[in-house]
Every structure is written in structure tokens, then in C-alpha cells.
């Protein structure tokens, strides 16, 4: 059973940095793209950035220069390393992997149990 494991969220001082692990656990085929979502009390969840398993990123406007996204295939381990952190990165993130089960079957998504990240000002 496929499943995905984040860790690293927790409490900083605005200007601080944290890094964001999540592994995906069980047998796959191949991992076609993994990403990292949050979701702050009362709103969406949104894309904060998102990275292909050859490498191409892509990231939302407001965290451009400050977060960085980084796959690491063998180990089946994506990382959210997040600079210059503010208050209003304050969110629950998720992480997301869009999975190839089988040579033979459909891509799957599946989602992580979300890490809590508070900002301080």
C-alpha cells in the first residue's frame, strides 16, 4: 500500500528556515510528479510548488526566491526547503505524489497527512 510520510514542519521566527521531507512508502512503479500544497484555517488548499521526476519545477509567485523544491528518486523523497519564512506562510502543508503503480495501471494521486508550519513575527 502505497503511502505518503511528511516530516519536518513545526514553529519559527519569521526569517527563519525550515525543511519539509516527505517519502513515499511501498512498492511503485515510478513517480511521475511530487508536490507540496497548504492550507490555512478558513482557506483552499493551494500549490506551493511542485517538481517532475526529471527535475522541472514550478512554484507559486509568493514563495518564488524563498522555497526551493528538490526530488531525490532513489530514495522516493521529495524536500521543501523553505527560506526567509513569514507569518503569512503560516498553513498546513500537504504533500502530493502523482504515482505510476504499475508499468500497466493509470497514474494515482495521493496525498500525505499534512505537516503543521507556524511562522512567528
Known amino acids: 500500500q502505497v503511502q505518503l510520510v511528511e516530516s519536518g514542519g513545526g514553529l519559527v521566527q519569521a526569517g527563519g528556515s525550515l525543511r519539509l521531507s516527505c517519502v513515499v512508502s511501498?512498492?511503485?512503479?515510478?513517480?511521475?510528479?511530487m508536490g507540496w500544497y497548504r492550507q490555512a484555517p478558513g482557506e483552499q488548499r493551494d500549490l506551493v510548488a511542485q517538481?517532475?521526476?526529471?527535475?522541472?519545477?514550478d512554484y507559486r509567485d509568493s514563495v518564488k526566491g524563498r522555497f526551493t523544491i528538490s526530488i531525490d528518486n532513489a530514495k522516493k523523497t521529495a524536500y521543501l526547503q523553505m527560506d526567509s519564512l513569514k507569518p503569512e506562510d503560516t498553513a498546513v502543508y500537504y504533500c502530493?505524489?502523482?504515482?505510476?503503480?504499475?508499468?500497466?495501471?493509470?497514474?494515482?494521486?495521493?496525498w500525505g497527512r499534512g505537516t503543521q508550519v507556524t511562522v512567528s513575527s
Open positions: 502530493k505524489a502523482n504515482i505510476r503503480p504499475g508499468a500497466i495501471y493509470p497514474n494515482v494521486n495521493y
Open positions: 511501498g512498492t511503485i512503479y515510478s513517480i511521475v510528479t
Open positions: 517538481i517532475t521526476s526529471g527535475g522541472s519545477t
